[in-house]
Structure formats: C-alpha cells, structure tokens
T-cell receptor, first 109, second 115 residues
Framework: GQNIDQPTEMTATEGAIVQINCTYQTSGFNGLFWYQQHAGEAPTFLSYNVLDGLEEKGRFSSFLSRSKGYSYLLLKELQMKDSASYLCAVMDSNYQLIWGAGTKLIIKP | IAGITQAPTSQILAAGRRMTLRCTQDMRHNAMYWYRQDLGLGLRLIHYSNTAGTTGKGEVPDGYSVSRANTDDFPLTLASAVPSQTSVYFC??????????????FGPGTRLTVL
C-alpha cells in the first residue's frame, strides 16, 4: 500500500529553526509537495521537489532524497504566524496526490 | 479574482437526505478534485476530473457522485447522506492533472455534519 508518515505534532520557539520530516512509500513518484494549513482554512502550496537536494524559498526550505523515500521541510526564524499544520504529499504514478496526516506545529513565544 | 469558491460554507444534514456541494473555479484549470479531510487522517481523494466531460474515482468514492459539464464547475453529490460522511470537504483544481509539476489549489472548504 501507499503510505506517508510525518510526526503528529511538534513544538518550537519563536525565532528558532524547526525541521519537519516526511517519509513515504508510494506506487511511483512524480514529485513531493509541502502545503501549509492554518486551522479552519484550506491548504496552501509551499514547495515542490522532484529531484534530490534542497530547494530554498525565503525562510522555508525543502529537501528530498528519493533513494531514502525521505523529505523534510525546514522553517527558519520562526514567527507566531507559522503555527499551522504542515502537510506532506507525494504524487504517485497516476498523478494523484497521496497525503500524510499532517504535522501540527505549535510556536511558543 | 476569486480562485476557487465552494458552497455552502457549512451544513447540517439529516441522514438519508440528498446534498450537493458546489465548487467553481475561474482559473481555467483543466483538472478538478474533491477531497475529504478527517481528524488524524490525510486528505483523501473522493473523485477527480482531468478535463470537462470526464471523471474518475479516487480512494473513497462510495456514496458520492460527481459531474463535470464544463471547465468551471465540479459539483459533488451525496445521494443519501450517512453519519460517516461527516467531514470537511475541499475542492481543488490544477492546470492539467497529468503532470508531475501540477500544483493543486484549494477552495475554502465545506464543513458537513450528518446527523
């Protein structure tokens, strides 16, 4: 079966750095996506990786290792507004997204 | 530019009733999707459409039907609602549906409670 694993919840301090991990086992691979979802709102796109390595976008970076079935999202200089759930999703061989359950990130002052 | 709109925002429904959730996009995207999101679970695909006139079944299609008469609209119908269909429903769209780089954009969601 297809499976995406990520931690249920993480806590970090304002101004710090946090790394959210995602491991996956899917039928084929056509890219990995990270989305942010604030409570009661829709998911919004953060990043996309299809090749191994690090993609940097401002305070957010995403890393992919296809051989290990592993990705992480790195958030730097954490702000209170970063409190949200972070969803990892893999596009399988049928171009359908398989979603993890999400990691709830709590930022403390 | 609205992007994707969904209606209603929330609804309480008696079991056995028929309900249609509406979804409209103005981005001229070819592909559209319906997901449900339940606590502790990832988003699960119900139905999708890669282009107007075609639809496909996702991971959890039972009890739901869709139609895609035109590019903009993708309604989801529950023929006879059951309590297990209580969930938050998200509609999404993407440019093609058949590309690895295809980013999906989500509507604001419909919170449905079936009693």
């Amino acid at each position: 079966g297809q499976n995406i694993d990520q931690p249920t919840e993480m806590t970090a301090t304002e101004g710090a750095i946090v790394q959210i991990n995602c491991t996956y086992q899917t039928s084929g691979f056509n890219g990995l996506f990270w989305y942010q979802q604030h409570a009661g709102e829709a998911p919004t796109f953060l990043s996309y990786n299809v090749l191994d390595g690090l993609e940097e976008k401002g305070r957010f970076s995403s890393f992919l290792s296809r051989s290990k079935g592993y990705s992480y999202l790195l958030l730097k200089e954490l702000q209170m507004k970063d409190s949200a759930s972070y969803l990892c999703a893999v596009m399988d061989s049928n171009y359908q997204l398989i979603w993890g359950a999400g990691t709830k990130l709590i930022i403390k002052p | 530019i609205a992007g994707i709109t969904q209606a209603p925002t929330s609804q309480i429904l008696a079991a056995g009733r028929r309900m249609t959730l509406r979804c409209t996009q103005d981005m001229r995207h070819n592909a559209m999707y319906w997901y449900r999101q339940d606590l502790g679970l990832g988003l699960r695909l119900i139905h999708y459409s890669n282009t107007a006139g075609t639809t496909g079944k996702g991971e959890v299609p039972d009890g739901y039907s869709v139609s895609r008469a035109n590019t903009d609209d993708f309604p989801l119908t529950l023929a006879s609602a059951v309590p297990s269909q209580t969930s938050v429903y998200f509609c999404a769209s993407s440019d093609s549906g058949t590309s690895g780089t295809d980013t999906q954009y989500f509507g604001p969601g419909t919170r449905l409670t079936v009693l």
